[in-house]
């Protein structure tokens, strides 16, 4: 009867072991393919041009011709810091905003929305925020400062 009652708990230990090591994976690699969407949008935005283009939100690859184009854009599939349709990642979303900061006062953003271009040195800078959704659920979201 003890022999029973330890190979009972030794198989149902084995059996968590292996579901935990699942659920870990599954979720490193969330976090992988999040990150990896995430910071193509952030070497996007860097390379952007700073004045107000007055495009509005993109939606595609080819609506991105500024920062400010960056605001309210949510590109699915996702695109790559090179403007490319990312593919083998189906149901993958990147959600983008763009808010301005006087950095006197980092907790509360000046202006949402249409974004005006800062000039260099004036003490404000740009908060980029980027949501990544797969298949329409929140996943990750990243913050980066980005600079006038």
Not at 58 to 67: C, E, F, H, K, Q
Not at 119 to 145: C, H
Request: proline content about 3%; glycine content about 10%; aromatic content about 4%.
């Amino acid at each position: 009867m003890m022999t029973l009652v330890v190979g009972l708990a030794v198989v149902g230990v084995t059996h968590l072991m292996g579901s935990a090591v699942k659920t870990q994976d599954v979720h490193a690699k969330r976090s992988i393919d999040g990150l990896m969407l995430a910071r193509e949008i952030h070497e996007l935005a860097r390379t952007l041009d700073r004045a107000a283009s007055g495009a509005g939100a993109a939606t595609t690859a080819d609506g991105v011709v500024a920062l400010d184009s960056l605001d309210g854009a949510v590109f699915t599939p996702p695109i790559g810091a090179d403007l490319s349709t990312l593919t083998g990642l189906n149901g993958w979303s990147q959600s983008v905003d763009v808010a301005t900061y006087d950095l006197s006062d980092m907790s509360t953003a000046v202006s949402v929305g249409v974004l005006e271009t800062i000039p260099k040195g004036s003490g404000m800078a740009y908060k980029l925020t980027v949501r990544i959704l797969e298949n329409g659920t929140e996943q990750d979201v990243f913050e980066w400062w980005v600079e006038p």
